[in-house]
């Protein structure tokens, strides 16, 4: 993990993770503006991922060797750390998250005790429900854990040129334990989801009915989030993270968004 100052006065804490076989800065468009306004950034890196080269052979061997505990154990360390940076500085602990990062999150928070203290959070399209054909790659399965599912994930950003099935084994194995909550309250944090209601990989709909099967409103609240149709380079709706991908007057929006909820706690309204 890295720890990013603050530029200037530190006001608020945010544990930063990123998404499924992405470079653990790939949300550095979203911290950086954070940090100009007084956030100091603990940039979380999930095992397994970095930039896929001969140098980075023993990340490759822990992409296609991990399994459920590691992600969830590598979310605890750095939630140590930005919980003491925190109290040290005395400002409030918050949370931003994409995708994988924000499923193994929630997962830490609901299975932990007491769960770390997490003032609010931003989540971008968490894959806390996926979309039932997303588990159409468990059909390579029968390949072995080491087994690659080449990636459309953009190379600015990506960690490897595929996603090891022991990756995808684990991503799916916390999003079933996820299922049902045995303690909902653990959860009961001002969170802000923003995702694309037409997000290829993550449910709305179901994500929305989890939401409300355990009782999450009104902490839990939704928002859609739309790529703009005229700057927008990439087509595919759960890339939300870059300006490239979301379009600039979209990111820009959600920058503020990002900026107003975590560093001046102003969500938008249930």
């Not at 299975?111 to 588990?135: I, Y």
Request: proline residues 7%; hydrophobic residues 45%.
């Amino acid at each position: 993990m890295d720890v990013l100052e603050a530029q200037g006065r530190c006001r608020v804490v945010v544990l930063v993770a990123h998404g499924l076989n992405l470079r653990a800065h790939a949300l550095r468009e979203l911290y950086e503006p954070l940090r100009t306004r007084g956030a100091t950034a603990i940039v979380l890196r999930f095992r397994g991922h970095a930039i896929d080269a001969i140098a980075d052979a023993p990340t490759r061997e822990e992409w296609r060797t991990l399994d459920t505990r590691a992600w969830v154990e590598d979310w605890r360390a750095a939630v140590q750390v930005a919980a003491d940076l925190a109290t040290e500085r005395g400002v409030d602990l918050t949370f931003l998250g994409f995708s994988l990062g924000a499923l193994v999150h929630t997962y830490g928070m609901a299975t932990s005790e007491p769960p770390p203290p997490f003032r609010r959070q931003v989540l971008l399209a968490p894959a806390v429900r996926v979309r039932p054909h997303t588990k159409l790659v468990l059909a390579f399965r029968p390949l072995g854990r080491r087994f690659l599912v080449p990636s459309a994930v953009p190379a600015t950003i990506r960690s490897h040129g595929g996603t090891s099935m022991a990756a995808y084994t684990a991503l799916f194995g916390y999003e079933a334990a996820l299922s049902t909550l045995e303690n909902p309250a653990k959860l009961k944090v001002p969170t802000l989801i923003l995702m694309d209601p037409g997000d290829e990989l993550v449910s709305q709909r179901r994500l929305q009915y989890w939401i409300d099967r355990h009782g999450l409103r009104p902490e839990w609240r939704v928002r859609p989030l739309f790529k703009d149709p005229l700057t927008a380079a990439s087509r595919i709706k759960h890339h939300v993270i870059t300006s490239r991908a979301l379009g600039k007057p979209a990111f820009d929006a959600l920058v503020s968004t990002v900026s107003a909820a975590l560093i001046d706690g102003v969500m938008p309204s249930s």
